[in-house]
Structures are given as structure tokens and as C-alpha cells.
């Protein structure tokens, strides 16, 4: 071959003679093919990808200057190669040619120069083809135009090199050669500059400007460069979500979560087929063993009992895993397999180079132990290095630019798939999911799966680390490294041990997890409950019980990490040990040299990251395998099944029901039975029963939310649906009613007219833009209620189910609606109505009439037909005409239907006074809020021609509101000032205030470094003693350095009591800042709640509590052991090369700056992913909280549309984190790899002064101390941006806190004794910056007295009852209850002794015991006896744990009803003398209603009882009825004397068609 070469050149090849002097040089041939060859060949192997889009039909093609500029030099190199070509042909052929045919140019100066132009022809095509590309730069071009250089490098400087000989004739013989090649290295010089540059297509331009990475060039995405501006900006100032770059369109969650939902869906079917293989083996194997049961029948019968509790507890280990297992890692791979292979190709690559440092080394040790070795070889391992290094350098910043990103997009495609699930979860699956478990699984979980693919990759290249190591090792040490590896080997049941035990505490503590936040859920959901009973202390010591659980768990899994450290750090030292000791010992001949001993110490401190690495990848593994089960059990449930529920247009009927059967749970009895019941279009149908009799589960089978058992539903049209409960959105009132639909000019004015709401529009502050807060805080039941109808109406459905919607609003405004909505004449009087009703007054107005009884159709019929019928709906009626004939309106309505039926004229009773009666009766609803309004009072009439122009607007500049206007203020963002430690101090203070005990652990540490600093004396010592460059194992390292020996077996101890003190400092500032902060915020006021989103405040027990417990620790011990590191291997390094300090100084200042500008960015991105997390949740929560009404509507698609965009929001800050991190490390690494090749400079130019051990010893340090400055600075970004979760959580432990619980100054015992209450000039506001609510409040109530208080919405009747609770403070005046001042006691003192039945009925997920009494105070007989007294005693009794049954979470196992009757049985249980009715039976039916008010009349005679009612029946045979307005009492007397003055008092009962005949009824069919 080297012959070929020859004659092909027309010189010698290779000669290896050259490179032996002092001045060596390649052979001309060698460059001129080689080195050639090279560059055109990556070329043309490459450019069929380059060329793909040349033949592209794009409409717009442009041509930039760049692309000229391009174009134009390599069409200048195109020139130089024919004319490169020409010269030889005119040399062999033309006039002047050499006559003899031996003088003929080689045959390589012919193929050259052709085949460089053809290259550059290719090159044009390349750049035309990328002119029609939009994609970015692959970098080919980049790299061809990289080697181009390099390789021309060498026949560069040969050529140089001849002309400076003096005698040279480069100038006589070859000068036009000479001439092309320096003019083609410029032009390829300047063309490597120019590829440098960013292209971007016109297209890419607007998408450039939003994301810069789009339209950097190969080298700046490489070196992240592209980043430079948003480190810049985060310098200058701090980053908000306005300054940070939409991501890219692979990053996006819709199209992450497409790819992945298409595997998932394969995998998933897959898996559910295995586990019904599953299934049929076991239920082979259980026909088998009933066949030798009866087999063995005769056998004794205690051995058989024996045999059932083991298969019990079988049965119930193959349940918890009866789920499709094994599926979302496959899922995962099959998503992302590009960046998978990527990523891997990088880190094998990266992998293989890291052993070329430890072989430069050996080489460059022998270099300068070999004096006659020459200099230039020295020169070359240095420039080698550098080179090396730079390569793992950048391949390694790729590699985890690709795993980093690819967690990213892992837990992005987990938490849609989460969410998605959670919105067609079956309701089997939905009732084992508490919203806190289902948040966890989107959290937690989501995050340890991100968390683990960081590091994925480890899982083979520690494995194939360590095999190299051991090869190479085993080049310098024989067979002695088996002895290393025997000790790598033991370690393997170790690590399988712990892998085992930390898997069970990982399994653990999750479930401790999901228990805590699954009670903080509801906490915050039921808090004024909480503080209305007094019960936080008791829920404060649940969620502690389960706290201490969990950090138990922990604190065994910290010390198990701990004695994990403490083998893996000991791990590489006695591998090293046993090898250098058999080494030493299996042959008297072996010695150690400089050259073999620091070849091997740097082998095995490669040996030492993987070997670190292991448990770190072991314990996230074992966590990712919890949550995998977890994830696989939930994603992998059964959806909603809609197979009963048909869709056929054929039907005649709007819904038919056919033989329908359905249940809650598939093994229960079925709540609905055998239902046939066809509903004509365009009906209106009420649907009426008892408590129990089945209503709500007929309503759940209609929206697919119940197990189907026969039969089916057949539906022709879209839903409608207005639940009970209404739910609101945290967003505008306009949003809520709209539900994603655009505004209609007409159809909204209109609408919002039907539902009574303009006068609420005229008084809100933002009119229809006013934001609305969770769960419609700051809007009255009624207004909610109007809104959810508002919402049914303008989707514009076919059916519209109506689940008693009316319960909620006064009467009057109830016939309003009815009226202009409901009825034959309303809005909705072409659609198919059902309606749900648990009063009778609008019965005769609707088509038919369904009665229901025990979850079966006992009737069906017209209002005439059922009462002449005289069955079970004429029994109902009479059983309740008394109590409803006295609601509010009940006689206007029947009068009015006479009148029609008179009159026959039904549009003038639709259209006559009530529209006129409503307005103004909710205009005196609102009379306070009148007075709040800013700026002037604008007629209905205008605010309608508003609303019609689509041009209603907030009163004032939402920019100009002053503070407090707005409800949900925006989450703060600490920012701080600009220094590496920006954190403010007192949070650093009071973390390590909280873990005392790390303060031992920096003791031990130190001990540690300390050590560690003799360890590496030692070393030196070592080098300098290799004088002989041999040195004997045993007689340095035993005789004469036993202080080392001594050092080497204390230096672990200190590591093991490092890390087990800083595991228990770590878990004591665990429980001091979640105890801290859940102590805070059950003492928050409720104002704090009402304008604080849950899942704000979920995020902070959740994900920052999370990051306190696990991620900080870590975290910490890693800085302080790089920072002791660093301080330990620069001055070793400084003590044996003292050069190396003129290199430390430009270092340290480089390390400041980068710490300024990159700490400073990547804190507040941190911050900002924070804050951006909330909304995750926050959304989640209100999703899952209102499911039946979005399934009704069928919005599921645009409510994953809103999940995406909040992820997206929130990956908008994860990326350029992640991307800063690539950033910082390129930038330290390439200052590193100058130290290493500045140490390697430093050796070759001093090698006579310095001898062969103190080389090797510095240029070894100087490999390690790159990485660990570069983990030093990451730590410390990492420390300071976990250290934000502190920083977040000390936020809500500062949070000001309402009154004192329990005050020095108590009420004397049995107070109140009398249930004397006096209001002495009593006046409130909800905050300070709001005006008065209540003004001037003075009166005095009697002991026994019972007292109605009424009032329009907003008059402040529940403000005043909250005031009684202290729930709002007083502004001024007083409430004295018998002769003590309420404001001078402590919260608990007071609530403890009042009693409320709440108008909403919450109760607890936990016993029913729990429920009624958290303290444990009663005993069970006085508990069944409220239970007894509460009508709830049978129905207990019946439930197979009776009060120890788990009531679920919201019980949801529970009806209204039986919930309303369980807040009955509390009041009953704490009987004392104050007892307020706030609404109490607003919401139930009438014979729930009737139970009630029948027990309280009864059991609380010798009590206070004061009854906030807008039912006005409900106070009419009360001692008095106190008429508040506009905070105000207006009227205080008798209900006959005030019906007497027709005052308000008579206004508002004349609404309710109440006189004062009606007025006086008989004791036992009245209420209170």
C-alpha cells in the first residue's frame, strides 16, 4: 500500500525517521492524500442529508448576503483549484514543458486539485439546498470547514518551513502552488468564519425574535452562546415570565403528550392483556385448589384456618397489584428514542475519551523521565490534552442538555397524561384518588421521573466505566487489580441490601405523603368549619401523627444514604489498597514508579464517580420504581364507561331510559332501578322524591358518572347541566358564564337579564370583567347559583338538567327566574328541561312530573293527574302543603296561575310587575355594595345597552385600583439583591438554625478535609521520595507513613459521621419549617383564604416541603464537601507546582463573574418555575372539583388545551434553567481544561527542575479540580435555588395571624350560662383598605330569645354571624354575651362555647366518629344519642362500621341531606347556650328540612337561637326578627308588629306573598 502511495505522490509516504529529531515534519505525501482526504470525506459521507431539500418546491426563497458572501469565496476555491489543475497541465503539456516524459507531475497533483472542485461545486449545492431549508444547521459544514483548517495546518507550516531555509527554491521552483494554497487557506479560513454566523430564514424571523435558539448557528447552540442575552437580562435585572422565550415546538406539551399518548395507548392495551392472562390463571388455579378442598375435607379444621389467613393475605397483595403493570418505561422509550440514542452516542463517546487523560498522562510522566526524550513530544501530550478534554467537554454539555431535557419532557407528557386521565377516570377509580394523591402523582412523582432521567444513562455507562477502568488497570497492575475487583464484588449484596430496604421506605413514605396531603386538602377546602368548631388543633395533630410518620420514614431512609456514603466513599480507596498491596506482594520484582502509580491513581479516580454514582442511581431508582406502580395503577385505570348511554338520532324522545340500572360501585346494590321513563323534546319535567328516594343518582346515570348494570340511556342532543352546588371558576364573571364560547351581543344581555344578574353587574367593581375567586368566594350562594344557570343557558344545549338550581335564591328572585327561564315562556321554553326539585310551589307549571321512591318510578304524570291519582306524590304534598304553602311566593304563584287560567293571557304574567319587583329587590340586596361602588350609579337601563354593545368595562383602571380591590393578589417573587448570596441571610440563618446538629456535621467534615489534606501530603511526600522514580509499597506506605495509615481508617469514620449528622440536622429543619408553617396557617385569618388560591398554598406543602426534605440535604452536603474539595486540591497543586498560583488568580476572577451573572438568572428562573407551578396545581384541583359539569358540557378537550398552556407557561421557565446550567458548565469547563493544559505546559517547560512524581502529581489534580469547580459553582446555584423553598415556606410561616387562640384572660366555667348577647355600636370591614360592611350594630337579645335575622343579599346578615366567631374583627363597638366582652377572650374560649349549623354542610374524609367528635370528648352513648335526636341513628346503625364508618372525601358518600343532618348531630353533641342557624335548610329538600327545624325546636328551647333565613317561613315564629340593610338594623320587633308597620319587614314578605293572616300559625307546623 505504502508503495501505491508512493508512486501515486511521487515521494515517500511515511518515513518513521522524520519524526525522530528534534524538528520533526509530516512527509508531503502524507499530506497531500491523508490529510486531504480526511475533510472531503466527512463531506461526501454527509451530504445526501445536506442535499435533501435542494429540490424543495418553497413558494419563498430567499437570498441574503451572508448566502452571497458564502456563495462568492467558495466560488473563489472552486477558481483555485482549476487553476491549481491548469498549472499542472500546463507544466506536463504546454509550450513549456520538460521534453522528458520522467519529469511528469505526479498523478496527485492531477487528482487534487479535480477533486476539490468538484468538493466546492458540492459545497455551492449544500448552500442552495440550506437556502430552502428553514430546519437549522446541522453543522456539517461547520465541521468540513473545522478539518479543512486543521488539516491544512501541516502542509501550512512544511511550506513555511522551506521557504525560510536559506537554501530553499519553493521561490524559483514552485511559487504559483505556494501562492494557491495560501489564498485557498484564507478563503477557507474566512468561510469557517462565515458558517460561524447565523442564517435565518425570512419564515423563522418573527419565531427567531420569540426564540433565539431557533436561528443560532451550530457553534453558538453548541456552546450555548445563543443564551448569552437572557444572562445578561437576568443580571440586570430580575426575570419575570414576560422576559423569558416561547419553547420550542418539540418542547410543547400538546405535541410531548400526542407522541406519548399514542405509545401509552399501545402499551396499555398490551399490559391489560397480560393482566387478563393473568386473571385466568388464577382463576384456573383457584378451580384447582376448591378441588382438592373437597378433596381434603375431612382434614383438621386449624390447619385449614391456617391456610385461609395465608390466602388472605394473598388475595390481598394480588389486589393491590391487579393494575397493568409494566408499561410507562416502555411507553416512555418508544416517545423519545431519538434523544434517548442521542444523548447515548454522546455519553459513549464522552466515555471512551475519558481514559485518554490517564494515558497523556503516562506518556507525558515519561517524558520528563526520559531526559532524551524530545521537547516536542511534551508539546504535543499538552496540546493533546487540551484537545481531549475540550471534546469531553463539549460532548458531555450535549449529552446532558439531552437527558435534562428529555426529564423535562418526561414529566411534561406524565402530568398531562395525569391530568387528561383525571378528566375520564371512571368513578370507581376516582373515589381511591383523593385530590392530594392525584396532585402528588403530578408532583412528586412526576418529578422523580425527571429526576432519574438526568442520570439514565448511568445504568450502562458506570458499568462500562468501570470495566475500562479495570482493563486499563490491569495493563499497569496484572492480575493484582482482581484483587480491587473482588472488592467491588463484595460489595454487591451490600447495595442490593440497601437497594431492598429502600425500596419498602420509599413505598412508605409516598403513602405517608399522600396522607398528609390528602388531609392539607381539606383542610383548606373545610377551613371555616375548622375555625367555626375550633377543631384546627385537632386536625393540626392529624396531619403532625402522619408528619412524624413520614419523617421517621425518612430519617431511616437518611441514615440508610448514610451508611450508603460511607461504603461508596470507602469503596475506591479499598479497591486501590487491595490492588497496590497484591501488587506489591505476589512478586518481590514489582515495584511501583511514578509513571505506574499516578497512571493507576488516575484510573482509579475515574473509577471513583462511577462507583459514587451507583447509589445515588440505586436510590432514584428504587424511588422511580414507587412511582412508577403508583403511576401505572392510576394512568393504567379504567375510564368512564359511556357504553349505556346511547346516541341514537332515531329516537322519538329527547331521553329514553330503558330498563336502566345503575350503581355507585359494581358489587353494591344499584341506587336506580329498572327506570323506563320516555321525555318528550321541548318538556319541562320535575323530578321530585324524598331523601335518599334516588334523584341525584338519576341525574349522575344521565351524565355517565355511575356503574352501569342493565339496560340503557339514550340521549338526542347536547347537555346542559347546573349541579346543586354551583361551581365557579377563578376567573371573570363574563368567562364563567361564557365557559369558553364567544360573546353573542344579543343572546348575553339578555341571558344576564333572565338570570337576575344586571343589578349585581352594576354594583361589582368590574362589572362582567370582575374576577371571581376560588370556588366563588366573593359572590352570595344566590349569585353563584345565577351564574351556573347563566352559564346552562348560553351554551345553548338541547337538554338542559336543572338540579334544583332555585333552593339557593329569596323567592321572589326564584319566580323571576322561573319565569323568564324555566318556564313555558322562559328562555329555555323550545328545550328538554329536567328539573330537580325539592320544593312543590312550581309543580303545577311543568309538563310531568316523575316521582321517585327507593330508587324506582312509583309515578309519572301531569301535576292534575298525580293529585287526582291520590298516591304516593298526593302524600308527599300533603305531608308538606302546610310548611310550603307558607314559602316565599307559593300563594302568588297559585294565585297568579288562577289569574292566567282566568285571563287566559300568559305573556302579560310573564312580562308584567316582576321584572320591575326583582330589580329593585336586588338593588336593595346590594345597597352596601352601592355605597362601596367607585365612580356613578348607572341605570339598569344603560348597563343593558352596555351589555348589548359589548363594551362593559371595570369603573376604574384595573392599573389604578388601590390595594386590596383586586382578590387574588399575584404571587410574590423574591428577588433580591445581586450577589452569590441573594437569598436573603435570615432564611440561610434559619435553615441551619433549624438543623443545629449540621453544625456537628461541619465539624465532622472538617475532620474529613483535614484528612483529606494529609492524604494528600502524602502524595507529595510519595512524589518526592521517587527520586529513583521506584518506589517500595510497603516501606513508604506502611513504615515510613503510618500517620497515613492511621489517617486512611479514620477518614472513612469522619465521612459516615458526616453524613449521619447532616441527616439528622436536615430532617430537624424538616419538621421545625412543615410544623412551623402548618401552624401558621391554621392560625391565618380567613381573609387570608379567601384571597390566596388552594393550590398556592397545596405548593408549598407539597413540591417546596418536598424540596426541603430531599433535594436540600442533598444539596448542602455536596457544596460543603466540593468547597472543602477545592480548598484541599489547590494547595496541593499550589504546594508542588508553585507556577500554578499565576493561573488560580485569572481563575478565581472568572469564577466571581460567572457566579454574578449566572446565580443571579438561574435563582430567579428557579423562582419563577416556583411560582409558574401553582397554577398547575390550582387549575387541577378546580378541574377535578367541578368534573361532572365539564364532562356535562363536554369541555374536556379545551380544558386540556388550558392544562397545556399552563405547563407550557411553567416549562417556559424549566428550559432556560436547564439551558443556563449547559451554559455555566461550558464556559467552567473550558477554563478548567486550560488549567490542565496549563499544568501540562508548566511540566514540559520545567521538566529539568521538577521530577516525574510532582508532575504526575499536578497535572492529576489538575484533572479533578475542573469538575469539582464546576460542581462547587452548580452547587451553589443549586443550594441557593433549592434554598428559594425555604425561602417560600417561610413566607406562609410569617403570614400575620389571627387573635390568640387561648388568652391569660378565661371565661369563668359553664360560660355562657345564659345566652345574653348585647351589640354596643358594633362596626366592620372585611379589610382595612375596604369600607365599613357593618355600621354601628347596636341591641340587645334576651337569654332564650330567639331571633330571625333577614335581609336582602349583602345587608351583612352573615358578616354579623361571623362577627359573633371573631371570624371578622371589629372596627369598633363591642359584643358582649352574658356581661364578658367576646374581644378580650381567646379564639378557642369563644368558638368552643357557641354552636353553627352552616348553611353548606362539610364534612371530613375519616370516621363518622371523627366527624362529630375530633376530640375524642364524648363518649359513644352520647354520640348515638345526638345521632338519635339527629334522625341519623338507623342509618348508622345500618353501615357495617357504624361510627367507625370512613365517610369518603367531600362525603361523597354521603346525600346532602344525611351531611346537613350529620351538622345537626355536632350541634346536638356540643349543646350550648348560643345557637346559630346560618341558612341552615337552604339547600336541602322538605323533609330534611322539616327534621331539622322539628329537632331544634325541641332540643334547643332553653337556648339563644338567632336564624339567618331568606326563606321567610322560617323565621316567622321567632320572638323577633331583627331586618338588617345596608349593615344597618333597620327594623328589630316582633314579626306581627313589623308586618304591622309596613316597613322593610312587610316589603319583603309581601314579595313572598306572606300577610299577616298567613303570617300566624300554629307552633308544631312552623319553624323557628
Not at 442 to 451: E, L, T, W
Not at 824 to 845: A, C, D, E
Not at 1509 to 1527: E, I, K, P, W, Y
Amino acid at each position: 500500500m505504502s508503495g501505491v502511495l508512493d508512486q501515486y505522490c511521487g515521494s515517500v509516504f511515511w518515513n518513521e525517521s522524520i519524526l525522530e529529531r528534534e524538528d520533526p515534519d509530516l512527509p508531503p505525501c502524507l499530506e497531500q492524500t491523508v490529510l486531504v482526504w480526511i475533510p472531503l470525506g466527512f463531506l461526501w459521507i454527509f451530504a445526501p442529508w445536506q442535499l435533501r431539500d435542494l429540490f424543495s418546491h418553497r413558494s419563498s426563497v430567499y437570498c441574503s448576503k451572508l448566502y452571497i458572501a458564502k456563495q462568492f469565496f467558495t466560488g473563489l476555491l472552486f477558481l483555485t483549484s482549476v487553476a491549481g489543475l491548469s498549472i499542472t497541465l500546463a507544466e506536463d503539456f504546454g509550450e513549456f514543458r520538460d521534453p522528458t516524459p520522467s519529469k511528469l507531475n505526479p498523478v496527485v497533483l492531477y487528482t487534487n486539485p479535480s477533486i476539490y472542485a468538484v468538493t466546492w461545486l458540492l459545497v455551492i449545492w449544500i448552500h442552495e439546498s440550506n437556502r430552502h431549508r428553514i430546519k437549522e444547521d446541522s453543522g456539517v459544514l461547520f465541521f468540513f470547514w473545522l478539518l479543512c483548517i486543521i488539516c491544512g495546518i501541516f502542509p501550512l507550516q512544511t511550506l513555511i518551513r522551506m521557504c525560510l531555509k536559506e537554501d530553499n527554491n519553493v521561490m524559483d521552483t514552485d511559487l504559483p502552488r505556494f501562492i494557491l494554497f495560501i489564498i485557498a487557506y484564507a478563503f477557507q479560513l474566512i468561510s469557517l468564519i462565515l458558517s460561524t454566523i447565523s442564517e435565518v430564514h425570512p419564515e423563522m424571523e418573527e419565531t427567531a425574535k420569540k426564540n433565539p435558539e431557533v436561528g443560532a448557528s451550530f457553534l453558538s447552540r453548541i456552546t450555548f452562546n445563543w443564551f448569552n442575552r437572557m444572562i445578561l437580562k437576568g443580571y440586570a435585572q430580575p426575570l419575570e415570565t414576560e422576559d423569558l422565550w416561547e419553547l420550542n415546538e418539540r418542547d410543547k406539551t400538546q405535541n410531548i403528550y400526542r407522541a406519548f399518548e399514542k405509545n401509552m395507548i399501545q402499551e396499555v392495551k398490551e399490559a391489560r392483556g397480560k393482566l387478563e392472562a393473568r386473571h385466568k390463571k388464577k382463576a384456573k388455579e383457584i378451580t384447582e385448589q376448591m378441588s382438592d378442598l373437597y378433596k381434603a375435607a375431612s382434614q383438621d379444621v386449624l390447619v385449614m384456618e391456617e391456610k385461609d389467613k395465608k390466602k388472605k393475605k394473598k388475595d390481598k397483595k394480588a389486589k393491590e397489584d391487579d393494575y397493568p403493570r409494566s408499561w410507562i418505561l416502555k411507553a416512555v422509550v418508544k416517545t423519545f428514542p431519538g434523544v434517548l440514542l442521542k444523548s447515548a452516542v454522546f455519553k459513549l463517546i464522552h466515555d471512551l475519551l475519558v481514559f485518554v487523560s490517564p494515558q497523556l498522562l503516562k506518556l507525558l510522566v515519561s517524558f520528563t523521565t526520559n531526559s532524551s526524550e524530545f521537547t516536542w513530544k511534551g508539546y504535543l501530550y499538552a496540546v493533546l490534552m487540551l484537545v481531549a478534554a475540550m471534546i469531553q467537554s463539549i460532548l458531555l454539555q450535549q449529552y446532558f442538555q439531552g437527558c435534562f431535557v428529555l426529564g423535562m419532557q418526561v414529566r411534561t407528557a406524565i402530568t398531562a397524561a395525569v391530568y387528561k386521565k383525571a378528566l375520564t377516570v371512571s368513578n370507581a377509580i376516582r373515589k381511591e384518588y383523593t385530590v392530594g394523591e392525584t396532585v402528588n402523582l403530578m408532583s412528586a412523582d412526576a418529578q422523580r421521573f425527571m429526576d432519574v432521567t438526568n442520570f439514565i444513562h448511568l445504568i450502562w455507562s458506570s458499568p462500562l466505566q468501570i470495566a475500562v477502568s479495570i482493563y486499563f488497570l490491569w495493563l499497569e497492575l496484572g492480575p493484582s487489580v482482581l484483587a480491587g475487583l473482588g472488592v467491588m464484588i463484595l460489595l454487591v449484596p451490600i447495595n442490593a441490601f440497601l437497594a431492598t430496604k429502600s425500596k419498602k421506605m420509599q413505598a412508605e413514605n409516598m403513602k405517608y405523603k399522600d396522607k398528609r396531603m390528602k388531609i392539607m386538602n381539606e383542610i383548606l377546602s373545610g377551613m371555616k368549619i375548622l375555625k367555626l368548631y375550633a377543631w384546627e388543633p385537632s386536625f393540626e395533630d392529624q396531619v403532625l401523627g402522619v408528619r412524624d410518620k413520614e419523617l421517621k420514614v425518612m430519617q431511616g431512609f437518611a441514615y440508610l444514604t448514610s451508611v450508603s456514603i460511607f461504603i461508596f466513599t470507602c469503596a475506591p480507596f479499598l479497591v486501590s489498597l487491595a490492588s497496590f498491596a497484591v501488587y506489591v506482594l505476589v512478586d518481590e520484582n514489582n515495584v511501583l514508579d511514578a509513571e505506574k502509580a499516578f497512571t493507576s491513581i488516575s484510573l482509579f479516580n475515574i473509577l471513583r464517580f462511577p462507583l459514587a454514582m451507583l447509589p445515588m442511581l440505586i436510590s432514584s431508582m428504587v424511588q422511580v420504581g414507587v412511582s412508577r406502580k403508583r403511576l401505572e395503577k392510576f394512568l393504567g385505570g379504567e375510564d368512564i364507561n359511556l357504553s349505556a348511554i346511547h346516541h341514537d338520532p332515531s329516537f322519538n324522545s329527547a331521553i329514553s331510559f330503558n330498563s336502566a340500572t345503575f350503581s355507585w360501585e359494581r358489587d353494591e346494590e344499584p341506587a336506580i332501578k329498572d327506570i323506563t321513563l320516555d321525555i318528550r323534546p321541548g318538556k319541562l319535567v320535575a323530578v321530585v322524591g324524598a331523601v335518599g328516594s334516588g334523584k341525584s343518582s338519576l341525574i349522575s346515570a344521565l351524565l355517565g358518572e355511575m356503574e352501569h348494570i342493565k339496560g340503557y340511556i339514550n340521549i338526542k342532543g347536547s347537555f346542559a347541566y347546573v349541579p346543586q352546588q354551583a361551581w365557579i371558576q377563578n376567573a371573570t364573571l363574563q368567562d364563567n358564564i361564557l365557559f369558553g364560547s364567544e360573546q353573542e351581543d344579543i343572546r348575553y344581555p339578555k341571558i344576564i337579564e333572565a338570570c337576575a344578574l344586571l343589578p349585581d353587574l352594576e354594583l361589582l367593581p368590574g362589572g362582567d370583567k370582575t374576577e371571581i375567586g376560588e370556588k366563588g368566594i366573593n359572590l352570595s350562594g344566590g349569585q353563584k347559583q345565577r351564574v351556573s344557570l347563566a352559564r346552562a343557558i348560553y351554551s345553548n344545549a338541547d337538554i338542559y338538567i336543572l338540579d334544583d338550581p332555585l333552593s339557593a335564591v329569596d323567592a321572589h328572585v326564584g319566580k323571576h327566574i322561573f319565569e323568564k327561564v324555566i318556564s313555558s315562556n322562559g328562555l329555555l321554553k323550545n328545550k328538554t328541561r329536567i328539573l330537580v326539585t325539592h320544593g312543590v310551589s312550581f309543580l303545577p307549571r311543568v309538563d310531568e312530573i316523575v316521582v321517585l321512591q327507593n330508587g324506582r318510578i312509583s309515578e309519572v304524570g301531569s301535576y292534575g293527574a298525580l293529585m287526582a291519582k291520590k298516591g304516593a306524590f298526593s302524600e308527599f304534598l300533603k305531608t308538606y302543603a302546610k310548611q310550603e304553602n307558607k314559602d316565599e311566593g307559593d300563594q302568588t304563584v297559585s294565585n297568579r296561575n288562577e289569574e292566567v287560567s282566568e285571563r287566559g293571557d300568559t305573556e302579560l304574567q310573564a312580562d308584567d310587575q316582576p321584572e320591575d319587583a326583582v330589580t329593585a329587590t336586588i338593588k336593595r340586596e346590594n345597597s352596601l355594595r352601592q355605597r362601596q361602588r367607585i365612580g356613578s350609579q348607572s341605570s339598569r337601563k344603560s348597563l343593558k345597552h352596555s351589555l348589548q354593545n359589548g363594551n362593559i368595562s371595570p369603573k376604574e383602571n384595573p392599573k389604578e385600583l388601590q390595594k386590596g380591590q383586586r382578590l387574588i393578589e399575584k404571587e410574590n417573587v423574591e428577588t433580591g439583591k445581586h450577589n452569590i448570596y441573594q437569598v436573603e441571610m435570615d432564611i440561610w440563618r434559619r435553615y441551619l438554625d433549624d438543623c443545629w446538629l449540621v453544625w456537628r456535621a461541619d465539624l465532622a467534615y472538617l475532620h474529613e478535609f483535614v484528612d483529606y489534606l494529609n492524604s494528600n501530603v502524602w502524595g507529595l511526600e510519595f512524589s518526592l521520595t521517587s527520586d529513583q522514580n521506584t518506589i517500595n509499597f510497603l516501606d513508604v506506605t506502611i513504615f515510613r507513613n503510618q500517620d497515613h495509615t492511621l489517617s486512611s481508617k479514620v477518614f472513612p469514620i469522619f465521612v459516615f459521621m458526616s453524613a449521619f449528622l447532616s441527616a439528622s440536622g436536615a430532617i430537624r429543619a424538616s419538621r421545625l419549617l412543615h410544623s412551623n408553617l402548618l401552624h401558621n396557617i391554621l392560625r391565618a385569618p380567613m381573609v387570608f383564604f379567601d384571597t390566596t388560591p388552594t393550590g398556592r398554598i397545596v405548593n408549598r406543602f407539597a413540591k417546596d416541603i418536598f424540596t426541603v426534605d430531599e433535594a436540600i440535604p442533598m444539596s448542602f452536603r455536596s457544596w460543603l464537601a466540593c468547597f472543602l474539595g477545592v480548598i484541599g486540591t489547590l494547595f496541593v497543586i499550589c504546594l508542588a507546582t508553585p507556577l500554578f498560583t499565576a493561573v488560580i488568580i485569572p481563575l478565581a476572577i472568572f469564577y466571581f463573574f460567572v457566579q454574578r451573572f449566572y446565580v443571579a438568572t438561574s435563582r430567579q428562573l428557579r423562582r419563577l418555575d416556583s411560582v409558574t407551578r401553582s397554577p398547575i396545581y390550582s387549575h387541577f384541583g378546580e378541574t377535578v372539583s367541578g368534573l361532572s359539569v365539564i364532562r356535562a358540557y363536554g369541555h374536556q378537550d379545551r380544558f386540556l388545551q388550558h392544562n397545556e398552556n399552563t405547563v407550557d407557561l411553567n416549562q417556559k421557565c424549566v428550559y432556560p434553567w436547564i439551558v443556563s446550567n449547559r451554559w455555566l458548565a461550558i464556559r467552567l469547563e473550558f477554563v478548567g481544561n486550560l488549567v490542565v493544559f496549563f499544568a501540562a505546559l508548566f511540566a514540559v517547560i520545567s521538566r529539568n527542575s521538577l521530577n516525574s512524581g510532582l508532575v504526575g502529581l499536578s497535572i492529576s489534580y489538575a484533572l479533578s479540580v475542573t469538575q469539582t469547580l464546576n460542581w462547587l459553582v452548580r452547587m451553589t446555584s443549586e443550594l441557593e435555588t433549592n434554598i428559594v423553598a425555604v425561602e417560600r415556606v417561610s413566607e406562609y410561616s410569617n403570614i400575620k395571624n389571627e387573635a390568640p387562640w387561648i388568652t391569660d384572660q378565661r371565661p369563668y366555667q359553664g360560660w355562657p350560662d345564659r345566652g345574653h348577647i348585647e351589640f354596643t355600636d358594633f362596626k366592620v370591614r372585611y379589610r382595612p383598605e375596604l369600607d365599613l360592611i357593618l355600621h354601628g350594630i347596636s341591641c340587645e337579645i334576651a337569654s332564650k330569645e330567639k331571633i330571625g335575622i333577614v335581609g336582602r343579599t349583602g345587608a351583612g346578615k352573615s358578616s354579623l354571624t361571623n362577627c359573633l366567631f371573631r371570624i371578622i374583627e371589629s372596627a369598633g363597638g363591642k359584643i358582649v354575651i352574658d356581661g364578658l366582652d367576646i374581644s378580650r377572650i381567646g379564639l378557642h374560649d369563644l368558638r368552643q362555647k357557641l354552636t353553627i349549623i352552616p348553611q353548606d354542610p362539610v364534612v371530613f374524609s375519616g370516621s363518622l366518629r371523627m366527624n362529630l367528635d375530633p376530640f375524642e370528648k364524648y363518649a359513644d352513648g352520647d354520640i348515638w344519642q345526638a345521632l338519635e335526636m339527629a334522625h341519623l341513628k338507623q342509618y348508622v346503625a345500618g353501615l357495617q362500621n357504624q361510627l367507625q364508618y370512613e365517610i369518603a372525601e367531600g362525603g361523597e358518600n354521603l346525600s346532602v341531606g344525611q351531611r346537613q343532618l350529620l351538622c345537626l348531630a355536632r350541634a346536638l353533641l356540643r349543646k350550648s347556650k348560643i345557637l346559630i342557624l346560618d341558612e341552615a335548610t337552604a339547600a336541602v329538600d322538605l323533609e330534611t328540612d322539616n327534621l331539622i327545624q322539628t329537632t331544634i325546636r325541641r332540643e334547643f328551647s332553653d337556648c339563644t337561637v338567632l336564624t339567618i333565613a331568606h326563606r321567610l317561613h322560617t323565621v316567622m315564629d321567632s320572638n323577633r326578627v331583627m331586618v338588617l340593610d345596608a349593615g344597618k338594623i333597620v327594623e328589630f320587633g316582633s314579626p306581627v308588629e313589623l308586618l304591622e308597620r309596613e316597613g322593610h319587614f312587610y316589603s319583603m314578605a309581601k314579595d313572598a306573598g306572606i300577610t299577616h293572616d298567613t303570617s300566624i300559625m300554629p307552633k308544631e307546623n312552623t319553624a323557628l
